[in-house]
């Protein structure tokens, strides 16, 4: 059932070039498929009665470019198929020219909040999200395999800014991270394979390996517990 919204870039939103970087872009992506899920009946605070919520596997984004301050664009999003444990949602930025300058596409696996066990999603909710008629073809990776040699970046704990309702750190953190850690603006295509959630108190440990493609960033915690990989390619010139 695609999903609409428009707004507006607001300054709040843009780093010093005044563009919306790619955290941001992952927060306009999650705002719609909250709000979509809000107006479905099946937001935040129905999950939370049900103690079930969604976590996020992997995104596969495509930037043409980035939006820019004070632009209108138009927010999309498309629940395309569920199916046992998961949900696939497709993502889109549309300009005021009617241009796709970012589109997304993501996998996501629907939890138990107590047991942290996936749950199969009811019949239900799937009715709600995803057309009858519906049978696209699944076509995003989720698994990320860099390479073996990595360099050090950056280490830090987790503290209670970085949480959300589902009591761990907000996916899009790991973006903001990995931009934070970049040399230089290289954001064309991103890939983001979720492994494990961090928690607060956590010690994340931030490694990454450069390639002729771009960067891959490698996020663990103190255990040694694989938490996330980010592959950012470069920009195609």
Same mark, same amino acid.
């Given at each position: 059932?695609?999903?609409?919204? *428009?707004?507006?870039?607001?300054?709040?939103?843009?780093?010093?070039?005044?563009?919306?970087?790619?955290?941001?872009?992952? *927060?306009?992506?999650?705002?719609?498929?909250?709000?979509?899920?809000?107006?479905?009946?099946?937001?935040?605070?129905? %999950?939370?009665?049900?103690?079930?919520?969604?976590?996020?596997?992997?995104?596969?984004?495509?930037?043409?470019?980035?939006?820019?301050?004070?632009?209108?664009?138009?927010?999309?999003?498309?629940?395309?198929?569920?199916?046992?444990?998961?949900?696939?949602?497709?993502?889109?930025?549309?300009?005021?020219?009617?241009? =796709?300058?970012?589109?997304?596409?993501?996998?996501?696996?629907?939890?138990?909040?107590?047991?942290?066990?996936? +749950?199969?999603?009811?019949?239900?909710?799937?009715?709600?999200?995803?057309?009858?008629?519906?049978?696209?073809? +699944?076509?995003?990776?989720?698994?990320?395999?860099?390479?073996?040699?990595?360099?050090?970046?950056?280490?830090?704990?987790?503290?209670? +800014?970085?949480?959300?309702?589902?009591?761990?750190? *907000? *996916? %899009?953190?790991?973006?903001?991270?990995?931009? %934070?850690?970049?040399?230089?603006?290289?954001?064309?295509?991103?890939?983001?394979?979720?492994?494990?959630?961090?928690?607060?108190?956590?010690?994340?440990?931030?490694?990454?390996?450069?390639?002729?493609?771009? =960067?891959?960033?490698?996020?663990?915690?103190?255990?040694?517990?694989?938490?996330?990989?980010?592959?950012?390619?470069?920009?195609?010139?």
């Amino acid at each position: 059932m695609r999903y609409s919204m *428009n707004i507006k870039v607001r300054y709040s939103e843009c780093g010093g070039d005044k563009k919306v970087p790619l955290h941001q872009i992952l *927060n306009y992506f999650q705002d719609a498929a909250t709000f979509q899920s809000e107006e479905l009946g099946y937001g935040v605070s129905y %999950n939370m009665e049900q103690h079930r919520g969604w976590f996020l596997l992997a995104y596969d984004i495509s930037i043409v470019r980035k939006p820019e301050m004070f632009e209108d664009l138009t927010l999309l999003t498309d629940p395309y198929k569920m199916k046992g444990y998961y949900g696939y949602r497709r993502f889109g930025i549309i300009d005021a020219a009617g241009d =796709t300058i970012v589109t997304g596409d993501s996998i996501w696996i629907l939890m138990d909040t107590d047991s942290l066990l996936p +749950v199969k999603v009811p019949e239900d909710m799937s009715r709600a999200y995803v057309e009858e008629s519906s049978n696209e073809k +699944v076509v995003i990776k989720r698994k990320i395999r860099p390479g073996k040699e990595w360099e050090p970046a950056d280490e830090f704990d987790i503290s209670q +800014v970085y949480l959300d309702t589902n009591h761990h750190v *907000n *996916n %899009n953190y790991y973006a903001l991270w990995a931009e %934070n850690l970049l040399d230089k603006e290289q954001a064309g295509r991103v890939r983001i394979d979720y492994r494990k959630a961090a928690i607060l108190g956590d010690h994340v440990i931030i490694d990454r390996q450069e390639l002729e493609s771009g =960067t891959v960033f490698r996020f663990e915690n103190q255990n040694g517990d694989l938490l996330a990989y980010i592959s950012i390619a470069k920009k195609e010139s």
